[in-house]
């Protein structure tokens, strides 16, 4: 079932991706220098599709970055609770260890 979804969303994708780049194949200048675009410090020759993927990917860095960030306090809070579980836990093992130590044990009559 997993492959066959994969094949239906990522069938159609694929054409799509090959589609804009067989038709986005002519060459551009991407100058990087706003202040001197006549006779830019850098300046690069690509195909454009390659600039709409740079900046797709850039923006998927962006967003994950971002998305990252922004949950910074959701982890803090799951580190947190961690500790105080996993310190909670070492105390009732120690109470449970301290109980069985000091409780007298009676002994019933022994089966035969």
Do not use: C
């Not at 797709?56 to 922004?70: D, H, I, Q, R, T």
């Amino acid at each position: 079932m997993k492959t066959f979804l994969r094949i239906v969303v990522l069938g159609p994708l694929a054409i799509v991706v090959v589609a804009l780049a067989v038709v986005n194949n002519q060459p551009v200048t991407l100058v990087l220098d706003p202040f001197n675009p006549s006779a830019p410090f850098f300046s690069l020759t690509v195909p454009l599709y390659a600039v709409f993927f740079a900046v797709l990917a850039l923006g998927v860095l962006v967003g994950g970055v971002g998305s990252w960030f922004g949950q910074g306090h959701v982890r803090r809070a799951a580190r947190q609770s961690r500790r105080e579980a996993e310190r909670l836990k070492a105390e009732v093992e120690r109470h449970r260890a301290a109980d069985t130590s000091d409780t007298l044990s009676i002994g019933g009559p022994k089966a035969a």
